[in-house]
């Protein structure tokens, strides 16, 4: 791996390590969300609040996010007192009706942490605190695995810390899904079945028979997802996908044709949309060039002066073009330029020129 392509591997993994997360919900409305926002779903102190706590919830709801997500570090918190939730992941909504189908996130009493299959295989496919299970057996059945866990839903309590506000992460990286409650991981699944997706909808749940639940606080990191691109500076020039860049000018953008400086920034600038530059300078001094009136020859540092100088006096003239054509000439006789002004510069260095000798007539 040469300097260059390692250097930028570093970066690359400097840019993943320090992703930041940003927020699914501003707090204020339902952007970016869509579901029963007139009767179900409500935004109070900054809170995504479904249900009330005197009505039990007629039927499963959801709200969805409008976009979907494939590899991804979600948290948010969660307050369900005493009622059944969930968070959806890669998951989509069935047509025409009100379920989502896909992974779930579970939450109640006695299943915080545990992962379902919501209106596709119908089961759960790893639990936390329910020892000895057989998931595909009648005993993993949803039903019967629900009631052991409430027989064990103080201790499962404990062990995860649960109180009125409750912190949850869920991980999506590929086939593999971790779930945790309160820094506590309570599940560690791959996905073994060909054909489930990998990329959907998030959505947060209120189950039926719940009264009222909250969320807050949620944000999400991308994995798969590129940084977004430095804001442009004030005043300038935004390019986009199969933009043509047209240099034009005198001799000064005549240069760029050659040397390929200003068209290798520009293109690589944007590699993915494809920018193209076209080079419409050209030679002569009708406008304005650099070179002339004595060449501006000390702004060179001392290796350019000495070989400038010496450009000027084989070619008799300060323009570039002129000197471009000289050394063309040069090239066909066979006649030494360059080779010979780099000799004089290592003899001047030497104290072994003298003055009368040196190129440019000093």
Not at 211 to 218: A, G, H, K, W
Request: glycine share 10%; with cysteine.
């Amino acid at each position: 791996m040469n300097r260059l392509a390692f250097l930028a591997f570093i970066l690359l993994a400097v840019t993943r390590l320090s992703a930041v997360p940003v927020p699914l919900f501003d707090g204020k409305t339902f952007t970016g969300w869509e579901g029963d926002t007139a009767k179900t779903w409500r935004i109070e102190n900054g809170e995504i609040v479904a249900g009330k706590p005197e009505v039990k919830q007629p039927r499963n709801e959801f709200l969805c996010t409008t976009r979907n997500y494939s590899d991804f570090d979600l948290r948010l918190e969660y307050r369900r007192g005493e009622n059944n939730g969930g968070i959806q992941f890669r998951s989509e909504r069935v047509p025409n009706h009100h379920e989502v189908s896909g992974y779930q996130a579970d939450f109640a009493p006695g299943i915080d942490g545990c992962l379902y299959d919501e209106s596709r295989r119908n089961r759960f496919l790893a639990v936390f605190g329910v020892a000895d299970v057989d998931l595909a057996s009648e005993a993993g059945r949803p039903g019967a695995l629900i009631k052991r866990a409430l027989d064990s839903k103080a201790e499962n309590a404990k062990k995860l810390g649960i109180a009125e506000w409750n912190h949850y992460r869920i991980r999506a990286e590929g086939p593999r899904i971790r779930l945790w409650i309160n820094d506590v991981l309570t599940v560690d699944f791959t996905e073994k079945e060909a054909g489930i997706p990998r990329t959907g909808k998030i959505a947060i749940q209120i189950h039926g028979g719940a009264t009222e639940i909250r969320y807050r606080n949620i944000t999400i990191e991308e994995l798969d997802a590129k940084p977004p691109p430095a804001p442009a500076k004030k005043g300038a020039s935004t390019l986009m996908p199969r933009d043509v860049i047209a240099l034009t000018g005198g001799s000064n953008i005549e240069r760029t044709r050659f040397n390929g400086f200003l068209q290798t920034q520009l293109v690589a600038s944007k590699p993915e949309p494809g920018i193209k530059v076209r080079n419409f300078g050209w030679e002569g001094d009708t406008v304005f060039e650099q070179w002339r009136d004595g060449g501006n020859v000390e702004q060179l540092d001392e290796k350019r002066q000495v070989d400038e100088r010496y450009q000027q006096r084989l070619s008799g003239s300060t323009s570039w073009r002129q000197q471009r054509d000289s050394r063309a000439e040069t090239a066909r006789s066979k006649r030494p330029h360059r080779p010979l002004a780099l000799h004089a510069l290592e003899r001047r260095r030497a104290g072994t020129l003298r003055p009368q000798q040196r190129p440019g007539g000093e």
